[in-house]
């Protein structure tokens, strides 16, 4: 790996736009790379698994199809970085910065993406099933038909975020950010909202929810029209029947004593 920097720092001297350094295929398993600026690099298919690139530079490199399950990449700065088929399984991506890269049939799973800047990247058909993403800010990014099931997003920024055919199936979206955020075609199925909500917009329209999740959402719809000085008294009356509202107060919190129960309208 020695001989390989040395020569990447000579070509970088007069690099041309639009140019990248090759390495492809390289054996760079388990090496560390901490702390090195490693950009407008094409890593296309290296082997990094296990290697260390905590802290590295890698804004504008290609890292297609490479190894890096197992990797560290903690604060890792990645800007315009094209991942597509990479393995990242189990690899370690805290605090980095990703924004505006590309995630094509990328495996992530049981990644670590806690605190990460990810805004206005894409993912497409990308597996992200058992990824932590805590606190992350996924702004304006896409997920176009990517597996996130049992993902956690608790604490999440999903402002403008769009999950587009995704599945979400017991992902934990506990607190997340959402505001313009575009989920049409998605799968909600044990999907943990709370403290949260689905956008009031035509972007959660046309998704797949469950049960428990109707149920919240209903809840909070029939609590409102009890509530409200300023709703008609049809409204009150066909809203507030005796199922409607049986159907409402089957929302998790009722049962757990966190809310009142809503009653039907008595006139």
């Known amino acids: 790996m020695e001989n390989i920097l040395k020569s990447y720092n000579e070509w970088y001297k007069t690099r041309k736009d639009g140019e ?79 924004d505006h890269s590309r995630f094509i049939k990328t495996n992530l799973e049981s990644s670590s993406l806690d605190y990460a800047d990810i805004k206005d990247a894409h993912f497409y058909k990308t597996k992200l099933n058992e990824a932590t993403l805590q606190a992350s800010k996924l702004n304006y990014t896409e997920f176009e038909n990517c597996d996130l099931t049992h993902a956690d997003l608790r604490n999440a920024n999903l402002t403008h975020t769009e999950f587009c055919d995704s599945n979400l199936t017991s992902a934990n979206l506990t607190r997340a950010t959402v505001g313009s955020t575009y989920f049409k075609g998605s799968i909600f199925d044990e999907t943990d909202m709370d403290y949260s909500s689905l956008p009031l917009w035509c972007g959660s329209l046309d998704i797949h929810i469950d049960d428990r999740l109707a149920a919240q959402k209903l809840y909070q719809k029939v609590r409102n029209v009890e509530y409200s000085d300023y709703i008609s008294k049809d409204y009150k009356e066909k809203l507030l029947t005796e199922e409607i509202v049986e159907l409402a107060n089957r929302f998790h919190k009722v049962s757990d004593d966190e809310v009142k129960e809503v009653t039907p309208w008595a006139g």
């Open 20 to 98: 990248l350094f090759k390495i492809n295929g390289e054996d760079l398993n388990g090496c560390d790379l901490s702390g090195l600026s490693l950009t407008y690099i094409d890593f296309e298919e290296c082997d990094l698994s296990g290697a260390d690139l905590s802290g590295s530079e890698l804004s504008h490199s290609k890292l297609n199809f490479c190894d890096l399950s197992h990797a560290t990449l903690k604060y890792t700065e990645a800007k315009y970085t094209n991942f597509e088929g990479a393995d990242l399984s189990y690899a370690c991506l805290d605090f980095a910065t990703l």
